[in-house]
Every structure is written in C-alpha cells, then in structure tokens.
C-alpha cells in the first residue's frame, strides 16, 4: 500500500506531506481546490509524462516522492523486476520512488535512490496503482476500451497479441501477393521488352575498355592524310635534300680534325656524332610509322558505327560502358524472375495460404476464450448492479462479426480480432436491452463502471485502487451502497478515492481534505488529514453544499456513526 507521499512546488502545491493508512482513504474538497493534482503527482510516480508547466510559479523545480509497503505476489513481481533492471531490492518490503521536474521539460527519477530511466520506472511500478479517472464513464462508452477490459478480465493479451501479429503477418503476405499480381498483367509486355534490351547489348556484346580502344583507333583513321603528311617533311628534313644527319655526320668529322689542335672540340664532335645517330634512328623510325598509316574509310566507316552505338547504349545504361555491361547482367535477372513468374506466384500464395490459416486459427482461439470469459463476467457484474440498486438490471456482452479483411474475401476480422465486442445494458422491465453507450443514464454508468471494477479487481493485484470522481450522477442511498462497495474493497487493498459525496466520504477509514488558499498573493493548495471531530464539519459542508448549520452537523454525525456501527458489525 500507499504509506507516504510527499509534493512540493507541483502546480498549485508548495508542499504537501502525506501518511496513508489501509482501508479507504478518501479526498475531498470545493471544486478547484485540487484533488486531482495528487492524482496527477500520483501517476507521474509510476512512469507518466512530465510537463515543465507543471512546476509551480516561481520554483525551479517540482518533487515528488512516495513510499510503497508491498507484500504477497506483488513484492515478488517487483523485486523480480528490480533484478532485472539491476537496482536495488526492497528493504522490508518498501518500495521508495522519487521524480524531479525541471523547467527544461526534462525529469529525473529514482527507485530506492537509484537514478533510473522513465521506462525503467514503468517497468517496475507497471500494476502498482489501478488507475480509475474522471474520464472512466466515457471511456467505458468506447468500444474499444470495452474489448480491452473484456480481455483484461479474461487474461486475454497473450492471445490477443498473436493475432496482431498474425494480422500483420497476413497483410504483408496479402500485400506482396497483391503487387505480384498487378504484375501479371502486363509480365509478358515488361518480357518482350527485357528481351529487346538484352539483345541490343548481347549484339554488340561490348567488352571492357572497348570504347577507349575504338577512339584511339578512329583518331589514327580521321587523321591519316594529316600524319601522312607530317612524317614526309621530316623524313625529307632528316634523310631527303637537306640530309640532316649528312650534316651532322660532316660537322662531326670536321671537328674530330680540328680536335688534333684543341681538346675541347673532341667533346662536341661526340655529342654531334650521337645526334647523327638519334637523327638515323628517328628516320628510320618514321619510316616504319609511314608504312602503318592507313588510309581505310571502310575501316573508319566500321569503327564509328560500332563506336557510336556503343556510345548510345551507355548514354542509355548509365553512361559508361561498365554500366551498360552491369545492365546486361540485371537485365537477364529481371527476365529470369519475370519468365519464372508462375513459380513465385505460386509461392506467395502458398505463403499468404499459410499465414491467412495462421490468423484463423489465432482469432478463433481469441473469440473462444473472448466467448468464455464473457459467460463468467456478465452474471457476476449484473449480480454486483442488483447490490447497486439496480435489482432488474441485467448486463451481458455480445459479439458482432468484423467486416471482411481487407485482403480476403474469405475472413472477418481486424487486427483486434474476429469480432466487435459490445457490452449490453437493461437497466429493468420494460426496459430495452441496448449497447452501454446508448442506453446508460449518467447515474446508471457510475454504477457499471464501479460493477465492473469490483468484478475486473477480482484478478488483479494492485495494492492500490484509486478512484477520481467516478461517482457522478448518483446520489441518495445508492451513494450509500457505492460507499459501502468501496469500503468492502478496501479489505483486501488500499483504496483512494475522490469524492464529493458526504456518504462515501462518511464511510471512509481516513479522509483527507483538499483546500485552495492564498500565500504570498499566489493560489496554494493545502492537503490535511482530518480528525474525526473536524470530519464533521467536513461531511457536514459535503451535505449542505453551503455554510455549515447545526442540522447539516447533525446530519454527518449520523452518517459517521453508521460507519462505526458497520465497522462493529463486521
């Protein structure tokens, strides 16, 4: 249970310290004082978002901190989680959480003074707290919500998560059988197509380098005449009427005579007869290169076809000839997967064959325990509404089968299942049986809603119930019996409660009240807990709705004074 709880600088909270004992606990006070922001400092303990407009005005930072004593399967879920998680066991059971929020939007939280993660906090504080809110009767006019509690009570998740998983497993298969369909339609068109890509490549049937090799060689054939030319006038330099290397040759040997009478010239003649040679090497050299010039147009004519086409290939492949050779290779798959087209048609639809069984199977073992579960819940909720004075109503569940999935013609469903859950209400004779949404009254779907709770708190161990002004539109002596049903599951667990009814708040084992005050010209709240002389007044204000008088006092007296008489009795 709740054993402490500590607030400060947390909306309109300065700084609030709490205790709370077993039983029912119940909080009141004036619309706005705020009631619900311990609800809320509640729910930011067990892992909900943080906001930094949360921080009161004017403080830097807002904490809040609570002690839990837990025992029985709950301390072993959570010391087990807390050694997952690596952190520190629970020291005679207490469970110690602690969360600042800062004006970055940024929190830090602590279990048993150990820094930890928000999912880490979740994980270990996941069922501590039952959570039921101001929200909870429309909620419970949602459908959806209504085939969650159904599962919930039933223990359903495992199943239900197979068939989310078989769901999706079904449309991605569906999907992929889809695409390959639409394929079909126009594989032998995309066929005839790649066939006439991978023919124009394997015509040329290019090799690497080929493009560079052929410019080289189409050069050398454009400029045949030009090279022709060229190697002409110099041979004639060289070798014809000027005899290049004749000169040389001459100058050398009239240096080597001259050389007799001066040293220094032998070094020129060398150098003048080793010119005459590389002159002679070099002619002899152009002469090969004239006897290779070839004048070929029809070997031009060839070359630049082939060059040409294979530049319009890689222009069309990606723009060198690596590319359009890359291509030919995937082109050839693609015509393989499309020209084995049947065989993976097949394929698919043995798979989508498979999982579409899987899903069945899944649904209908969900429907069936869905089925089962709502033959267990509905008498002991319409039996818990006989004890809200609603004697002749009766509840039940029905089920209406989905739509038909969008990728089969053959099964109903959705990814929650088969089939829609609804729950049904009659609240007595002559009374239509109608879906809970339509045909409850405020007052009636406090009392389902509290029937239910009863009934779904059956299998669950949260040590903590709390309860946020889920007691709307009743009133009277059925205020009574909710207070009672309240107080009868505070045996087993503590219970929180915000209310504004005098008779809840009566039967409460301890009562807190929730005022708004002014301090240093800013809005606070205040949290006490009440003694049982201020108790009157309290539950006296509650029934007056006004200023409290002497028969108002009168009045929670009494309503006090049965709760200690059942608390004799029993």
Request: glycine share 6%; aromatic share 4%.
């Amino acid at each position: 249970m709740l054993v402490h709880l500590s607030v400060r600088d947390y909306l309109l909270i300065e700084s609030v310290e709490l205790s709370f004992g077993r039983g029912l606990c119940v909080l009141t006070g004036e619309t706005g004082a705020g009631k619900s922001v311990l609800v809320g400092a509640l729910q930011l303990l067990v892992g909900e978002r943080a906001k930094a407009d949360a921080i009161r005005d004017g403080a830097d930072e807002a904490e809040i901190a609570a002690q839990f004593v837990l025992a029985g399967q709950m301390l072993h879920d959570v010391e087990a989680r807390l050694e997952q998680e690596g952190l520190r066991r629970c020291d005679d059971g207490a469970l110690v959480l602690r969360r600042l929020l800062t004006k970055s939007g940024k929190s830090r939280q602590f279990i048993n003074g150990t820094m930890v993660t928000v999912a880490q906090l979740k994980a270990v504080t996941r069922g501590l707290v039952d959570f039921t809110g101001q929200h909870a009767q429309q909620q419970l006019r949602d459908r959806t919500h209504q085939r969650r509690l159904l599962d919930s009570y039933g223990g359903h998740h495992a199943a239900a998560r197979a068939v989310a998983a078989a769901y999706d497993e079904a449309q991605q298969a569906a999907a992929e059988l889809a695409a390959l369909r639409d394929k079909a339609s126009d594989a032998a068109d995309q066929i005839e197509y790649l066939r006439y890509q991978i023919e124009e490549i394997e015509k040329l049937d290019p090799r690497p380098g080929e493009d560079e090799t052929l410019e080289a060689e189409r050069t050398r054939l454009v400029n045949a005449e030009r090279f022709e030319g060229a190697i002409a006038e110099a041979l004639s330099l060289v070798q014809g009427d000027l005899d290049a290397v004749g000169a040389l040759q001459r100058a050398a040997h009239r240096l080597h005579d001259a050389a007799r009478h001066d040293t220094e010239l032998s070094d020129i003649a060398a150098r003048l007869e080793e010119a005459a040679c590389l002159a002679d090497d070099a002619a002899r050299d152009l002469s090969r290169a004239a006897d290779h010039i070839e004048h070929n147009p029809a070997r031009l004519a060839e070359v630049d076809e082939r060059f040409f086409e294979l530049k319009r290939l890689m222009r069309k492949h990606g723009g060198d000839l690596d590319a359009v050779i890359a291509a030919r290779a995937r082109l050839n798959q693609e015509l393989s997967d499309l020209e084995d087209f049947d065989s993976t048609l097949a394929g698919l639809e043995q798979a989508f064959d498979k999982a579409r069984q899987a899903l069945v199977k899944a649904m209908r073992t969900l429907s069936a325990r869905r089925k089962a579960t709502a033959k267990k819940l509905a008498p002991k909720v319409t039996a818990e509404l006989a004890s809200l004075a609603m004697t002749d109503a009766t509840f039940s569940v029905t089920f209406e089968d989905e739509t038909f999935l969008p990728f089969s013609d053959e099964v109903r469903g959705s990814r929650d299942g088969a089939e829609r859950v609804e729950l049904v209400l009659s609240a007595g004779p002559g009374q239509p049986e109608g879906p809970l949404a339509k045909s409850a009254s405020g007052g009636e779907l406090s009392r389902v809603l509290l029937a239910l709770k009863r009934v779904l708190l059956e299998r669950d161990p949260a040590p903590v119930s709390l309860f946020d002004e889920v007691d709307t539109g009743v009133g009277g002596a059925v205020a009574d019996t909710i207070g009672e049903k309240l107080r009868a599951l505070g045996a087993d667990r503590q219970v929180l409660c915000v209310t504004h009814l005098a008779q809840i708040a009566a039967l409460a084992d301890h009562h807190y009240v929730v005022e708004k005050g002014v301090a240093d010209q800013r809005a606070v709240t205040r949290v006490d807990k009440l003694t049982e002389a201020a108790r009157v007044d309290e539950v006296a204000r509650m029934v007056s709705g006004k200023s409290v008088t002497k028969t108002t006092r009168s009045h929670a007296k009494e309503l006090l004074a049965r709760r200690e008489k059942r608390a004799a009795a029993s």
